[in-house]
């Protein structure tokens, strides 16, 4: 499974897709996408968030764009520290990423 893996994230680093997720005043997390053309429009996100102890149950959330290569999440995360596992997906291809937001 490793090999599988690493031939994953090699294909991910291929596609030239840039990432930066940032919490908005309101504590609702923003991704930022960028493709090598320029902003990252018309993408699906999505996210398993997951408070790195486990004291909230995991949940499954989307993101809307909200300016060309924004997604943002729509409601805002707690207080604390918690991790995003998110997903983004634009005309068959695909990148996965984990970020910690506190």
Excluded: C
């Amino acid at each position: 499974r490793f090999n599988s893996w690493l031939a994953e994230a090699r294909a991910q680093e291929r596609l030239g897709w840039t990432t930066t997720l940032r919490l908005d005043a309101g504590r609702r997390p923003e991704l930022r996408a960028a493709a090598q053309s320029g902003a990252l429009s018309g993408a699906q996100v999505t996210a398993t968030i997951r408070h790195p102890v486990g004291r909230a149950p995991e949940r499954q959330v989307a993101f809307a764009e909200v300016a060309p290569g924004v997604y943002r999440m729509a409601e805002a995360l707690p207080a604390g520290r918690w991790q995003l596992h998110l997903t983004l997906k634009r005309n068959g291809q695909e990148k996965r990423l984990i970020e910690v937001v506190a």
